[in-house]
């Protein structure tokens, strides 16, 4: 302690405040989402919805019933209004995106909220009844979509700051996700320079095919900077064999 500590303070905290999060935007708004693109945390999650007490126990019967209508791929079809969660099967994939422009893996990983204090009292645990700290995910796409603002037609957002929710950016948030990003962001913005077109314009038309976005992830591709992962399909069910975090 004492003013030559590394802070230069009497108390050895920092002069001023580390904002370690930017802002996250939120996507331009289409049929699918009509709120705004986001990725969320269902689109990359592995955990078993149904065993976890958490979620059963604290949502609405109808919005636990939604949240496997989602998880399945269901979201277009008219379930009966029972809880049919029980005949609803888990997905073993992360949402596959047809405008995915980069690649990257880790846990939903959140600071764990401890049931004493201090945190490193041996014997500690995570509070009982809260989200747990560490949550498995699947491999996860990085979307075209979740890089473009509503109202700006010339700007791609990189880093943090793309559209996913909190949940979501406690895994979007490392370093590579961050670079596999920062590669598309660039290799984006010139493509749509060359192409005389803006980004939005590239997925706009989605789900219906767009070639000038396959023609932006051919050039990903080549340029070492991956779209997918191996093997990756809506009929691969067998991802809970890959590593996961």
Request: charged content about 40%; aromatic content about 14%.
């Given at each position: 302690m004492g003013l030559d500590t590394p802070m230069g303070t009497a108390h050895g905290l920092s002069k001023y405040p580390y904002m370690r999060e930017a802002r996250r935007i939120i996507g331009r708004p289409s049929a699918v989402y009509p709120s705004g693109f986001s990725v969320n945390e269902i689109d990359i999650s592995k955990?078993?919805?149904?065993?976890?007490?958490?979620?059963?126990?604290?949502?609405?019967p109808a919005m636990y019933q939604q949240l496997w209508k989602l998880l399945a791929g269901l979201e277009f079809l008219k379930l009966p209004?029972?809880?049919i969660t029980d005949q609803v099967k888990r997905r073993t994939r992360s949402t596959i995106y047809p405008d995915s422009v980069g690649i990257a893996q880790y846990a939903m990983d959140f600071h764990p909220c401890m049931a004493e204090s201090p945190p490193e009292k041996p014997g500690n645990n995570e509070r009982a009844g809260v989200r747990q700290a560490h949550g498995p995910a699947y491999p996860g796409e990085?979307?075209?979509?979740?890089?473009?603002p509503q109202r700006i037609d010339n700007l791609l957002v990189a880093g943090k700051s793309i559209a996913n929710s909190t949940i979501a950016a406690a895994a979007y948030r490392v370093h590579a996700f961050e670079w596999s990003v920062g590669a598309a962001a660039g290799t984006t913005a010139s493509f749509a320079l060359l192409e005389n077109v803006l980004p939005y314009q590239l997925v706009d038309g989605l789900p219906s095919k767009e070639?000038?976005?396959?023609?932006l992830r051919t050039r990903l591709e080549a340029n070492n900077n991956p779209t997918q992962f191996p093997d990756t399909s809506i009929f691969?069910?067998?991802?809970?064999?890959?590593?996961v975090w």
């Open positions: 955990i078993d919805y149904r065993k976890e007490s958490y979620y059963r126990e604290n949502l609405p209004p029972e809880n990085i979307p075209l979509r979740a890089m473009i070639p000038l976005l396959e023609k691969n069910l067998d991802w809970e064999e890959w590593r």
